[in-house]
């Protein structure tokens, strides 16, 4: 599975940009995508997830309610919709495929074995 983020940039507090992650290869292996950030200095974190079958979603704390993930099963594309951006939003935004298995955890970034390469995300003030 390969994936492909696009639409970071320079946004100011507030904004609302959209990232989208391409997915192609074989993504009938694919049973979950998604989205982590990596802040300078900072591990890695999850964003959002989303099953690719049934839509069900997951948030961080710290986004719910201002960012929405979405996919589009026909164009083989996840979307990460975020709004009311903040300054401390500022990262590079991964996407991220998990595999079928028996359990998961979306919100676990080692459950995922295919990574986009990143996108950067910086809102000013």
């Known amino acids: 599975v390969q994936l492909q983020a696009s639409g970071g940039g320079l946004v100011q507090a507030g904004g609302s940009p959209r990232l989208s992650c391409a997915v192609s290869g074989r993504t009938t292996s694919v049973a979950t995508l998604g989205w982590f950030r990596q802040a300078p200095g900072k591990e890695r974190e999850f964003v959002a997830g989303?099953?690719?079958?049934?839509?069900?979603?997951s948030y961080s704390d710290s986004v719910k309610g201002r960012f929405t993930i979405s996919r589009d099963n026909a164009k083989r594309t996840v979307y990460l919709q975020m709004n009311s951006l903040k300054p401390e939003d500022t990262a590079v935004y991964y996407c991220?495929?998990?595999?079928?298995?028996?359990?998961?955890?979306?919100?676990?970034?080692?459950?995922?074995?295919?990574w986009g390469q990143g996108t950067l995300v910086t809102v000013s003030s």
């Open positions: 991220a495929a998990g595999p079928w298995r028996r359990r998961w955890d979306m919100t676990d970034s080692s459950y995922y074995d295919s």
């Open positions: 989303i099953s690719w079958s049934t839509g069900y979603t």
